[in-house]
T-cell receptor
Framework: EAGVAQSPRYKIIEKRQSVAFWCNPI?????LYWYQQILGQGPKLLIQ????????DSQLPKDRFSAERLKGVDSTLKIQPAKLEDSAVYLC??????????FGEGSRLTVL | AQSVTQPDIHITVSEGASLELRCNYS??????LFWYVQSPGQGLQLLLK??????LVQGIKGFEAEFKRSQSSFNLRKPSVHWSDAAEYFC??????????FGTGTRLQVFP
């Protein structure tokens, strides 16, 4: 069974530029999550989708971050404009009815 | 406020020695409890979880954890550490299996 796919694995941009990350969850998983993991910290939930609807985006900085999950499958997380403090690993995870989260390898963002 | 504390940022053990990683939580009720492991450049992998019932839970890779309600703790243990166990370990809590709150992690280093 294929795992959660994320791309790109690494991205370096300058502040005020934009960036987008893509995630393809495990086939059949209805729930998809984006987490932000800053160096030295644990992952923090940014947004949770159930199929193509948003369940929780209370910790998403909506002035600069946006996410969508068209057709209830893959998802895109966008940051525009990026700030230095957005440097982090962005983890995508998915889960089925069992609730167990399966994580992708992450996309590491460096903002200069 | 809900929180998870992992008091040890970095632990070093010799291969074959026993291991205990500490986790304390603050939550309104008995939460769902998890331990995840993250190898360098990888996503998080679930080691074990506790929902209810027997307070000693067994996980993958020879790990176990014990839920102690009186101490609000969920410590991870392994009787004999292998060099491949070197990684970062995260404790997490949640009201359900999703919307997890992660600790800041404990980095385990294993010496031969």
């Amino acid at each position: 069974e294929a795992g959660v796919a994320q791309s790109p694995r690494y991205k370096i941009i300058e502040k005020r530029q934009s960036v987008a990350f893509w995630c393809n969850p495990i086939s059949g998983h209805a729930t998809l999550y984006w987490y932000q993991q800053i160096l030295g910290q644990g992952p923090k939930l940014l947004i949770q989708f159930q199929n193509n609807g948003v369940v929780d985006d209370s910790q998403l900085p909506k002035d600069r971050f946006s996410a969508e999950r068209l057709k209830g499958v893959d998802s895109t997380l966008k940051i525009q404009p990026a700030k230095l403090e957005d440097s982090a690993v962005y983890l995508c995870a998915s889960s089925s009815f069992t609730g167990e989260l399966f994580f992708g390898e992450g996309s590491r963002l460096t903002v200069l | 406020a809900q929180s998870v504390t992992q008091p040890d940022i970095h632990i070093t053990v010799s291969e074959g020695a026993s291991l205990e990683l500490r986790c304390n939580y603050s939550y309104g009720a008995t939460p769902y409890l998890f331990w995840y492991v993250q190898s360098p450049g990888q996503g998080l992998q679930l080691l074990l979880k506790y929902f209810s019932g027997d307070t000693l839970v067994q996980g993958i890779k020879g790990f176990e954890a014990e839920f102690k309600r009186s101490q609000s703790s969920f410590n991870l243990r392994k009787p004999s550490v292998h060099w491949s166990d070197a990684a970062e370990y995260f404790c997490a809590v949640g009201f359900n299996t999703d919307k997890l709150i992660f600790g800041t992690g404990t980095r385990l280093q294993v010496f031969p």
